[in-house]
């Protein structure tokens, strides 16, 4: 589903509004993970500081499948949708560098083996493989997939899986590389809507399918297996932590890292509250 909704992004629209989707990950991003850090000091003291620096970047991003409503809503302005779609598509490839880096320094064996120069190494690593990695699965493939499409050589049973096929690609690659899926598969989709702009429809909507009835497999199984245990871990500090995140923690920074975009008021509030609502 990343991959399709990156592929999906107008490519022409993103040009003109490059600066909020930049803005909401290079500002609105980190701030929401800070002021989620503070809540959590102030809410749960019997966790440490990393903890609680893990806590607010595990839920510090948005999810691209559950937003997808938003996204692909011809009634929504096409540089919202775009800002939403690019933002939702990257920004768990930047936190889970996050969480990694911020792991290796609460793991003690990694003090004395330089844990800061190492984390930043992790973030460096995802980051860089993930993108190479992604641009080059695609520039394999993609040319490969035209050239058959444009001589009839491709059955339509097949080419249903093409993209499925492409997206694990790009993710498995990536994690085997020591990069990070989330951003080769964003960087692959970004790359395969703009090589097959006149197919974009036939290759995209089989593949689009796929990706909402596994899905909707995936929260069902997520709600059947997680949400019946949550109920014995449920506690007030908890269930206002959930709410903040929800709402405060999220909307805030991004309102604010908006600010001078041309963006209403109303807009700015939409891109917070439904980034989150996602």
Known sequence: MLFTDA?????????????????LLLVGLPLTIVLGFVAGAMIFDHLDALEVAILATILAPTDAALGKAVV?????PSTVRSSLNVESGLNDG??????????????????????????????????GVGLVVGMACTALTVPAVRFALTRGWTDPVWLQFTVPALALLCFGAAQASGGSGFIACFVGGLATGALIRHHKHAILSPAEGIGETLGLLTWVVFGAVVVGQARDVLSLPVVLYALLSLTIIRMVPMFLSLTGTGLSSGDKLFIGWFGRAA
């Open 7 to 23: 592929a999906n992004v107008e490519v022409a629209v993103l040009r003109r509004s490059l600066a909020i989707p930049a803005r």
């Open 72 to 76: 692909t809503n011809p009634a929504v």
């Open 94 to 127: 930047i936190c889970v560098p996050i969480v990694l880096m911020l792991l290796v320094l609460a793991t003690e064996a990694a003090v004395s083996e330089a844990p800061v120069a190492m984390a930043l190494m992790i973030f460096g690593e995802e980051i």
